[in-house]
């Protein structure tokens, strides 16, 4: 049974960095994609990156460019998903997701972290 | 880079069956695939359609995907309703190997 176990709900101040993990339990990344996404609160999802966990080769959606950083570490099966200069708009669920990287197929979703952004 | 465009939300009967578009707003809706996930109130998302009609094993045949190059959209259509699809429904494609989504779709199974 492959699960994508992702850490803890965090409550965190504006301006401040917040760091996501997200671990292949029953599985492995090698050979796939790792993606991030987030929900704001009643929102729908949105693409913030991927990163081939392999290669470890990143990519970022342009809103996101410079404030994120994705990463897979092979040896324990994690990726992270690191996110700095934090304001209430970062209020979110946030989601991790494997993907074929010779197709389109996730076939597996995190169960999501909170990260609420709150003086 | 495009918009996908879907409606806020549908509804039908159990045991009907139910179409959710989704309209590409320029480049070809061919052009790259089209992916569609189910979120369940509280829940993850999951992938109910892949590459426009391909179902991940454990979906069931209820689910199918298709496109409409006259429309430039691409579909979801969900037969036999059940209360259990009651769900909010995102359609998602790229360009390149960067994701955009659909503002998502809630069905209700009145």
């Known amino acids: 049974q492959v699960q994508l176990v992702q850490s803890g709900a965090e409550m965190k101040k504006p301006g401040s960095s917040v760091k996501v993990s997200c671990k292949a339990s029953?599985?492995?990344?090698?050979?796939?994609?790792v993606s991030w996404v987030r929900q704001a609160p009643g929102q729908g999802l949105e693409w913030m990156g991927r990163v081939i966990a392999v290669l470890g080769m990143p990519e970022y959606a342009e809103m996101f460019q410079g404030r994120v950083t994705i990463t897979a570490d092979e040896s324990t099966e994690t990726a992270y998903m690191e996110l700095r200069s934090l304001t209430s708009d970062d209020t979110a669920m946030y989601f991790c997701a494997r993907g074929s990287t010779s197709g389109w197929l996730v076939d597996y979703w995190g169960q999501g972290t909170l990260v609420t952004v709150s003086s | 880079n495009f918009l996908l465009t879907q409606p806020h939300s549908v509804s039908e009967s159990p045991g009907k069956t139910l179409t959710i578009p989704c309209t590409r707003s320029s480049g070809n809706i061919d052009s790259s695939f089209v992916q569609w996930y189910q979120q369940r109130p509280g829940g993850s998302p999951t992938t109910v359609i892949y590459e426009y009609h391909q179902r991940p094993s454990g979906v069931p045949d209820r689910f199918s995907g298709s496109i409409d190059s006259s429309s430039n959209s691409a579909s979801l259509t969900i037969s036999g309703l059940r209360t259990e699809d009651e769900a909010d429904y995102y359609c998602q494609s790229s360009y390149g190997s960067h994701w955009v989504f659909g503002g998502g779709t809630k069905v209700t199974v009145l």
């Open positions: 029953g599985d492995t990344f090698k050979g796939y994609t």
